[in-house]
Structures are given as C-alpha cells and as structure tokens.
C-alpha cells in the first residue's frame, strides 16, 4: 500500500533500525518507545488489522514475536515483557498495518498499564455477551 508508513519500511523507502527479517516478517524499533527496546513485528504483506491477516503470517509474526521477546530478556537484561496487539482506532491502532508490539519491561522503567477494570452487573450478562460472541464465531 503506497501511503502506509510500514509499507515504505519494508520497500526502504523510510529508514529503520532493522531488529530481525525473515522472508515474511520485519521487525524494527519503534521510533516513539514506551520503553527504549520496543520493537515492532510486522507481516511484510499489508493487512490492515488482525482479521485480515491471514493464519500463516499470523503464526509467523507470532513467532517473530516471541524470538524478540527472548532477545529482550536476554539481551537487554529485561525483567519482563508485554506484547500489545491494537485493531482500529478505537483501540488506539496509528498505523493500519497489523503490528505487535514487544515491550521490555523493568520493575523500574515506570509505565503502568492503567485502565480500571470493569465488572458485568450480573452473570446473565455475561452470558448473554458470550452467546453474542459465539454465535458470531464462524463454524
């Protein structure tokens, strides 16, 4: 896709710090870091969020994915890591091209994740938005 940043990316046309690359998958720093070693995992075909990408390169951003993970822990001496996934710009996706982010995580790098959990009023609500949830689940 000609105007997606992440497409120019992977054309070379914009600039990056390349982390790892397989024919599929590019992983790259993400210029605006929640935490410096955030890195960005990339399908190298566009697809704009996590229900049109295909299953295979679902799988192989996934395993990307985790090689990154392991690298942070080890490389940077992590003491965790998140990976945040965001689809539409309800869900704060910037970029629509499907990307996960892996974030090192140091009890002292001082992010927090703050949102307030919420609660269902009764378990019949629950219910019924996990019947909503499976009768749209394809068969």
């Not at 539409?88 to 982010?101: R, S």
């Not at 790098?109 to 019924?128: F, K, L, R």
Request: proline share 6%; charged share 15%; net charge negative.
């Amino acid at each position: 896709m000609s105007d997606c940043v992440f497409c120019k990316i992977i054309a070379g046309e914009l600039p990056s710090w390349k982390v790892y690359e397989t024919d599929t998958v590019l992983a790259f720093m993400d210029i605006g870091p929640v935490v410096k070693g955030h890195t960005l995992v990339i399908p190298k075909a566009h697809h704009e969020n996590v229900t049109t990408l295909p299953d295979d390169q679902l799988a192989a951003v996934m395993v990307v994915a985790r090689k990154i993970a392991r690298a942070q822990l080890e490389g940077l001496g992590a003491e965790g890591v998140n990976l945040h996934q965001a689809n539409g710009a309800a869900a704060g996706q910037v970029v629509p091209h499907f990307h996960v982010h892996v974030i090192p995580r140091f009890k002292s790098d001082g992010h927090h994740w703050n949102w307030t959990a919420q609660s269902y009023a009764d378990p019949t609500e629950a219910a019924a938005l996990a019947a909503r949830i499976q009768a749209a689940l394809p068969s």
